[in-house]
């Protein structure tokens, strides 16, 4: 059956062909019919095969699961219905790195039904757009299939060649996602690896294997045998996958396809695969910048535990309320407020609803009120799931009731529980728990130690941002993170969503600790607030470090919330510019970086309003900047442009460039 969708025409290539009694193909492509997935059954064993223009990517790849105490679940398979439709349709994000997503692909649904005992039946989705694939397994409510055990998923994506991938481990020695990017050839995979895992095959074509909207299931991880790559999912410590009954629908396995690298930034295939927004358009939910005590913590100024350096002092806490209200910064987070950071905290021993006793929250939260500042709650785990989840009621309504609408979250635990993986089934139930839990109280959540994102900010978006991802505060203990770093990052986690990197530090050379440095530019510094979204941005820095600063002045303007998103050039791991539209005003704001080499990249400015003159405010690197010799160095002006006008920007080793265009009346 065919049927088009809100009127849309049938621009859409849809095929069935019959090969033998044992073998048939069905066949979907793109709305642009560049990226083409051919279905097939030999002899009831699942495959898949995805093209683009004509050249296979994805070659003959199985499809199934192991079920414990049953057949194997992708033989002796059937096809017994086809439903194919094509849908085009355009939906508002209520805060984004674009207002306005257009969600047009064209789809193939499969119902399978083993043709010997158990007959049990299996629905396959596969969604094709013109910027990739998304496909996922559905189990209908049936007799001979209820509540089961997946001991393996079988899905595979057996590549054509041999590219360059971008990866991480899946279970190294560090709390779990916070690692240097690897690259190398496919073929030298030899450890399991975290999604999103991004492929370079030449200089034409890019892709990236993830996965969309992850709920009550484990998280994907890949294992590699040659060219061939396998979702291995994180298991439980018994070594099962997962728990499920009927009915059951799996998260989608995606692959991003793209000419070029700035391709997969500007990508919305994950989002496109998540159910629309659940929540409606609240009022409490706000992007905006924070400031707080964090940094101090880890460069050492201040504790998180109680004593003579505490940062969470209420006298502490209100010199950054005054700086963030000075500053047009919205938020003020306290971390090391509550009973549970003395001693061994990594226990996660935390008490939620109990202060610190010179931590006075009423007296901050009505000081912060009145200067049109707020607090930003904060809850460390430790890891200790139980003791979280038996407080999570009380310690959203211990904020809520003080007008606190924003909370951080913290699982600082490679093992949380002391037997879970970070991103097991178990633990992807806790985090939706608490999503759920935080939207009946209206606060946003930004997750650290998280599981990976999928894209379910579409539907919850009070799921601001997280990390997943080895962030600023490596540089502050650590041998620190190499220049590079951050330009695999928007090519590579990234992609899976907001990431809150927790940039803007200007004390490079970290004064109280000479051991350890920030690997970047000054200029740099500011231009991540355009290079790395998020709609909650940290001003990370101490507030005396910005005092004097004419550099600040980009940090105090630079929005958070965009209308839309532009990649002007792009190499994964070497540079990257971005520009992105204010979506409240006319203004663009450009962030350009750079690895350890510098660079001089010129880029047209024909993204601004034509025939209308703005006024470029320009932060570069010095003209002698570097960032091992001299990373302080920044050069600020101002300048007139237009639409039809060039720009160069040359960008220091390890440096960067931000510009604001502010349109003149």
């Known amino acids: 059956m065919f049927r088009g969708v809100f009127g849309i025409a049938a621009n859409v290539m849809f095929a069935i062909v019959l090969m033998s009694s ?132 079988l899905t595979e994506f057996n590549l054509s060649a041999d590219p360059l991938v971008w990866w991480i481990p899946a279970y190294g020695d560090e709390i779990d996602s916070e690692f240097l990017f690897r690259n190398n050839l496919l073929s030298d995979l030899t450890e399991k690896a ?32 040659g060219k061939s790559l396998r979702a291995d999912l994180v298991p439980y410590a018994s070594g099962i996958k997962a728990k499920l009954s009927t009915p059951f629908k799996t998260p989608w396995r995606t692959i991003q396809i793209a000419d070029k690298p700035a391709d997969l930034i500007t990508s919305h295939l994950i989002l496109n695969l998540n159910d629309p927004n659940k929540l409606g358009d609240q009022p409490w939910i706000k992007p905006g910048k924070y400031n707080g005590v964090w940094w101090g913590m880890h460069i050492k100024k201040y504790t998180w535990e109680h004593g003579p350096h505490h940062g969470a002092s209420t006298e502490n806490v209100k010199k950054y309320i005054d700086f963030a209200s000075k500053n047009k910064i919205g938020g003020v987070l306290v971390e090391g407020w509550n009973e549970g950071w003395d001693g061994d905290w990594s226990s996660g021993k935390f008490n939620f609803t109990k202060p610190y006793p010179d931590f006075n929250i009423d007296t901050l939260t009505l000081y912060a009120s009145a200067k049109g500042v707020s607090l930003i709650g904060h809850h460390e785990t430790g890891g200790n799931i139980d003791n979280y989840e038996n407080q999570l009621e009380d310690a959203f309504e211990f904020y809520q009731k003080r007008g606190i609408h924003t909370v951080k979250t913290g699982y600082v635990s490679r093992r949380p529980n002391g037997d879970r993986w970070q991103q097991g089934q178990q633990m992807v139930r806790h985090y939706q728990h608490v999503v759920d839990v935080a939207v009946a109280h209206e606060i946003m959540l930004d997750i650290h130690e998280p599981v990976k994102d999928t894209g379910l900010r579409r539907t919850y978006p009070n799921l601001m941002t997280r990390e997943g991802a080895r962030g600023m505060e490596y540089e502050a203990w650590s041998q620190g993170n190499p220049p590079g770093h951050t330009e695999v990052l928007p090519f590579t986690r990234c992609l899976a969503g907001p990431l809150d990197y927790t940039p803007g530090i200007f004390d490079l050379l970290i004064r109280s600790r000479p051991e350890n440095k920030v690997h970047t530019t000054l200029a740099k510094q500011l231009a991540l607030y355009v290079t790395i979204y998020s709609p909650l941005q940290m001003v990370a820095d101490l507030p005396e470090n910005y005092e004097g600063q004419p550099a600040f002045n980009f940090i105090r303007d630079v929005p ?106």
Request: with cysteine; proline share 4%.
């Open 194 to 225: 975290h999604t999103p895992l991004t492929m370079e095959w030449g200089d034409t074509l890019f892709t990236s294997i993830h996965e969309a909207a992850l709920l009550d299931y484990p998280a994907m991880t890949l294992a590699s045998s």
């Open 22 to 153: 044992c073998s048939s193909e069905y066949i979907v492509s793109s709305p642009n019919e560049r990226i083409q997935v051919t279905f097939k059954t030999n002899e009831g064993t699942l495959f898949y095969i995805i093209k683009k223009d004509g050249s296979v990517i994805v070659d003959n790849s199985k499809l199934g699961f192991e079920i414990q105490g049953q057949p194997k679940l992708g033989s002796y398979f059937v096809v017994t219905d086809v439903d194919e439709y094509t849908f085009d349709k355009t939906w508002l994000q209520p805060w984004g790195e674009e207002k306005n997503i257009r969600n047009h692909y064209n789809c193939l649904t499969l119902t399978l039904q083993e043709s010997a005992e158990p007959e049990r039946v299996l629905k396959i989705v596969f969604k094709v757009y013109d910027d990739g694939v998304g496909f996922r397994y559905e189990f209908p409510e049936q007799p001979n299939l209820k509540d089961f055990v997946v001991t393996e998923e």
């Open 560 to 665: 958070t919330d965009w209308e839309h998103t532009r990649v002007l050039n792009a190499k994964i791991g070497n540079y990257l510019t971005i520009v992105r539209k204010d979506r409240n005003s006319d203004d663009w704001y450009l962030g350009s970086t750079t690895d350890e080499k510098g660079r001089t990249l010129t880029i047209k400015l024909d993204f601004l309003l034509p025939q209308r003159k703005y006024e470029a405010q320009i932060y570069a690197d010095g003209e002698d900047a570097d960032v091992e010799t001299n990373p302080l160095a920044i050069n600020i002006k101002q300048k007139n442009v237009t639409s039809d006008e060039f720009l160069e920007l040359k960008l220091a080793p390890g440096g960067g460039q931000a510009i604001r265009f502010h349109l003149l009346d």
